[in-house]
């Protein structure tokens, strides 16, 4: 299996599986002398990981990190930083049913057929408990970035949307609720959505909208590594991510250039920002923002046609303990991508330009 190592500079190695001893990863690249606040790290995990709330999948997992290296009394020493977070609640026994079974629209089918073999329990390497480790990383890049602010939060789930811009919404609100939406009435209407979906055992889909303050101008590098295209990469590597969109996004397709243009002020700065921060796949010093599209995840606990590994449809019910909604856990993931490309880009532009 390629592909588990993110990043140019400031780079993410994870390894594990959902249902294995452990999870964890190595950060390869992280500059030396940062004074980590270790406790701040834990706050993400806890606000990734599983049992949180009535709304979020029940497993039971304290999360918590161990550092194996990279790191003396409390400073980073440049050397790659080791950590692993032991599972401790499998169920392994929930998931044997979906042993010879693919689940539709999980990554059953497509991991067996890939590799001839795979670890069913939990999803295995598919499970978005891999995430757990990208939060830690992402933690640790977002000491890196010092003043760049990261906020993201739960902007719709189903047809419920927040209906204002992000300028008039009180970040510091997001955490006030379990679904992590700064809008308070929107948030309630959300709660009561997810928990509907949940009695009927089905999941409904949502979206994470993101915000990024305080970043130089000049991070990113034409052609092929634009700013823009780092997130989407960050972003769609994410389980159950289907969008991305930044700036206008795919409202813009509908604008014409007289509407769309935005227009300089006389230190740089623009007018109106449908630009989302990145022009020619450079940050201007603009806010960055965008969306993410979350998809309402596979395992629903109802009847549903399967395939079997004989090449048989068969009736299939989920079980095991799985998010009606993946939006609020998704979150701090979010960000964590978000701190991840921020921190690396950070360091390229230091080696591209004098
Ligand atoms: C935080 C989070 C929690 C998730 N929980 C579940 C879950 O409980 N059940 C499930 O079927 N999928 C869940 N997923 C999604 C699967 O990991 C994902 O759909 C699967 O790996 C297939 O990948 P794809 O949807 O990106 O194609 C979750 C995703 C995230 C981000």
Known sequence: ???????????????????????????????????????????????????????????????????????????????????????????????????????????????????????????????????ASRVVAGAIAKQFLSSIEINAFTSSVGDIFIDKPYQDLDFSKIESNIIRCPDEATAKKMITKVEEIKKQGDTIGGTITCVIKNVPVGLGEPVFDKLHAELGKAMLSINAVKGFEYGSGFCGAKMKGSEHNDLFNADGTTKTNLSGGIQGGISNGMDIYFRVAFKPVATVIQKQDALNSAGEIVEMQGKGRHDPCVVPRAVPIVEAMAALVLADYLLLDRVTRL
């Open 1 to 131: 299996m390629a592909g588990n190592t993110f990043g140019k500079l400031f780079k993410l190695t994870t390894f594990g599986e959902s249902h294995g001893k452990a999870i964890g990863g190595i950060i390869d690249g992280c500059p030396a002398g940062i004074t980590l606040d270790l406790e701040a790290i834990q706050n993400e995990l806890d606000r990734r990981k599983p049992g949180q709330s009535k709304i979020v999948t029940q497993r039971k997992e304290p999360d918590t990190v161990d550092y194996y290296s990279g790191i003396f009394e409390g400073v980073t020493t440049g050397t790659p930083i080791g950590f692993v977070i032991h599972n401790t609640n499998q169920k392994s026994k929930d998931y044997g049913h979906i042993k010879d079974v693919y689940r539709p629209s999980h990554a059953d089918y497509t991991y067996d057929k890939k590799y001839g073999i795979r670890d069913y329990r939990g999803g295995g390497r598919s499970s978005a408990r891999e995430t």
